[in-house]
T-cell receptor, first 111, second 115 residues
Framework: EDKVVQSPLSLVVHEGDTVTLNCSYE??????LLWYKQEKKAPTFLFMLTSSGIEKKSGRLSSILDKKELFSILNITATQTGDSAVYLCAAGGTSYGKLTFGQGTILTVHP | KAGVTQTPRYLIKTRGQQVTLSCSPISGHRSVSWYQQTPGQGLQFLFE???????NKGNFPGRFSGRQFSNSRSEMNVSTLELGDSALYLC??????????????FGPGTRLLVL
């Protein structure tokens, strides 16, 4: 059965800190790893990773995939209170339309 | 471009009733996936539709069903509601041209409460 595990489950930091969120996966015929941010509403898309070792970056957020070790990390530098959210990791294989999600990491950033 | 829309946003039902939720994908997207999100189980895949055909189904009982119309809008139906069906139901749309490596964009969800 496909499985995605995120760690830590929750994290409390202060503004300006750097955080690293972890995601490991076991998905049949793995093809893509996605990160979403959820703030009490629809998950909003952050990154999709399909190749190992290639970092994707958007502002203070970056992510990388390791297909050999079956994990991905999401880094957030210089955190702001607006980064407080649940960060979801999801993995997709060749199964139509199906993403397998992790439990999410609850990030709380204090001023 | 308008995002994914879902109606209604909130719903309260009683056990035994049935409910229909609606999802309109991003214009040009032909694939719609449905997910159930609960605090205990997280986001779980229900099913996916493309060109009015169900291509994939998750591990949910037959009380959960769906359909897709020619304009790619999709509905999901839950019959004989149980307390455990209380959840946030999310739909996501994508182009649907490949089985993988496509980003799914989520709607705001329908929050269903079963009393």
């Amino acid at each position: 059965e496909d499985k995605v595990v995120q760690s830590p489950l929750s994290l409390v930091v202060h503004e300006g800190d750097t955080v690293t969120l972890n995601c490991s996966y076991e998905v049949t015929n793995f093809r893509s790893l996605l990160w979403y941010k959820q703030e009490k509403k629809a998950p909003t898309f952050l990154f999709m990773l399909t190749s190992s070792g290639i970092e994707k970056k958007s502002g203070r957020l970056s992510s990388i995939l390791d297909k050999k070790e079956l994990f991905s990390i999401l880094n957030i530098t210089a955190t702001q209170t607006g980064d407080s959210a649940v960060y979801l990791c999801a993995a997709g294989g060749t199964s139509y339309g199906k993403l397998t999600f992790g439990q999410g990491t609850i990030l709380t950033v204090h001023p | 471009k308008a995002g994914v829309t879902q109606t209604p946003r909130y719903l309260i039902k009683t056990r035994g009733q049935q409910v229909t939720l609606s999802c309109s994908p991003i214009s040009g997207h032909r694939s719609v996936s449905w997910y159930q999100q609960t605090p205990g189980q997280g986001l779980q895949f229900l099913f996916e539709y493309f060109s009015e055909t169900q291509r994939n189904k998750g591990n949910f009982p037959g009380r959960f069903s769906g359909r897709q119309f020619s304009n790619s809008r999709s509905e999901m139906n839950v019959s004989t509601l149980e307390l455990g069906d209380s959840a946030l139901y999310l739909c996501a749309s994508s182009l649907g041209l490949a089985a993988y490596q496509e980003t799914q964009y989520f709607g705001p969800g329908t929050r269903l409460l079963v009393l």
